[in-house]
């Protein structure tokens, strides 16, 4: 139980130095749950440095690394805050919200965000209750082990199961534990609250209407989320789909604000990239979902006229220092590994499409045209793309039509999902009704565009690896999971706009006096 | 003088609203379904929440092939991850040093922790295909799920060798099937890999 408050406390504690920088940007609130996720980043980062310095896991060094990681991240960040600062210097007054946060009411909230994150992790390990597979116990359990041990981000941990659960196990270990049960349900937790937040901060504006509908929708999405089954499966399943299912969210949600946050659209999109890395050092596979929200976010800070380089730069930096740093630590120690999953070559592969990705995007930046057409139609185009994939897959693979059978099999009928993927279509339908109806709704473009998005580079993984299995535990269909939350961000947002767009007779009487 | 509308603006309220008032619906419809779906995974989920418990161990062996194990989180963690609703959960073989070598393909894919000899084995028992990309085939693994007379079989090595620190060699696991599912293999080859085991 100690070590679960210890594991808690310190993953919200990085968490809270990580994001200092940005709250005021980002919201106070967002910046306190956003903790979790980030903070379970520095254990990554914690375990690069103990590779560099080959050091095993201990008690005390892991925390003194963590606690240096964290705060080089914020150091980085700040130097995105401070941009930040000197584009809005003339724009906005301090709002009561910010006032608050310079006085003792941030301080209070991160010793209770502390507390209770200690409490939740110390009761969910008396919970007991958990589900495993192979992959738990034979994936990230014995990577842990060995992690713990030599402190080494060896070639196995990286190729199979990717550094950040492995990290935090093997930090749980170095406080003499087995497995951190507690991490999964807080996590859950996390998940649903960053979910109403980013809804509720969405609408938070003086209009009534609009707050209403901010917090309408957020305790629909927060409580449709948490009615699917699978989603409790995943608060107490030991495996990476919760985590990447929240780095997804946070990188969506924070590239919907970068959208409409004219002045906190650099740390919105800072704290993208952070999801983002979030998303590839989660899963081996990570690399390819995390371009996602980077294609998302890199056309939202196209749309920025001449601020657009530096948005850029506010994405893709923190992105592959974090992601740069891990692999770095990977590849001076064990050179380039060879694996049948992510091998050393595969990674570097993938790192330099990023690389490649973001220096396009630059370009694209510095060149006022192309910025014009990119920033416009990129996400249409790419959406063109994904369909022209698709359909290049179908005709010219064997195992793609067979992987789409498997796949709708799952979803529709054998995956335990039930009833919700036979709803998200309409979902998408509708968000794409919306965004031509109401190009300022940013949540609903960007969370309905990720979700198809996601299943275009889901299938361009799975469509061309193997043909899956009809039941709950074929990869694909575990791996649909990681777009759940952002499935309903989109329906919460979707009822958001509903809301704020029909006529309740006490509000338009609301509007009237006004 | 009031501006008067354009036509595309006169289209656009009425089409906002039936949007709007769609959206609203189907909102409803989707968090019916969610809670009407929940409520029905109540009962209907088939996967109950593992506890931590070793006792519903068909064979823990070690590289010996003695029971017991030295790693008990490895044993627990072993059960967990094996111990369906029904029947009997895991079986954790032994793996010597020598078996961890050599990796072999099954089908297209490279499986770093079998070789030969285990394929030879599950081969031996009587697992009734003749080439090891079929040894589990998965039809018929499917249809033994079908049949509910399986246990999942998982592999680990109980005891690191002597000085290593080498945990590759600690434990393994077998992923034979198409991807990431555990193989599957009826409770009479389980028991018939207890007996000819050496």
Redesign the interface.
Known sequence: MVRDIAIAVLTMGWGVITLGPLRTRITPAIALVAAWPVGLLCWSLAAAIHSLTATGFSPWLTPLFGTIAAFAVALGLARIAHRVGSLDRTAVEPGPRSQATRSFAYPLQVISALAVSGILGASFSAAGAFFFTADSWGGYASTAVRLADTGVLFERVMSERAALIPSVTAGYRAFGGEWPYSIYPLTAVATVLLLALLLMQDRNEPSARRGLAGKLSALAAAAGLVAVPFFMVNAFYVHSHLLTALYLLLATGAVAFAARDEHGALAWLALAGVGAAGIALARPDGFVYALVPLAAGSSIALRAGAHASRRVAALYAPHFALVLTVFGAAYVRNGVWVSPKLSGRLALAMIGAHIVAGTFVWVLSRWAPARRVAGRYSLAVLLGLFAAGFAGLMLLSDLAPQVAQTMSGNLLREGLWFSLWYLVPGLVILGSAITLLDSDESMVTISAWTIVAFFSAAFAVHGTQHAGHLGWTDSFNRIAFHIVPVVFLCMGAIIAWAVTNLSIPRLRGEKSQA | MPVQPSTAQKW?AP???I??????L??V???A??????L??VSE???T????SGDDFLAVLDAEGRSGGTDT??V???A??ASPPTGPSAVVLPLSDDDLHEPVIYGE????WINQRLLDDLVAMKVERATYETAIE?DLV?ALIQSGELVEF?S?VLAPPEGS????D????Y?L??????VLLPDTVVSLYRETRP
């Open positions: 656009l089409a906002r609203r949007v709007a008032v769609t959206a609203l189907y909102g419809i989707v968090l379904l969610c809670f009407a779906d929940a029905g995974a989920w088939p996967y929440p593992l506890r931590h989180a490895m627990g963690f072993a967990r991850a894919r490279r499986i770093p998965p499917d998982a680990a620190i080498d945990y590759q600690r434990l393994a696991v992923y099937s198409r991807d990431d599912r555990f």
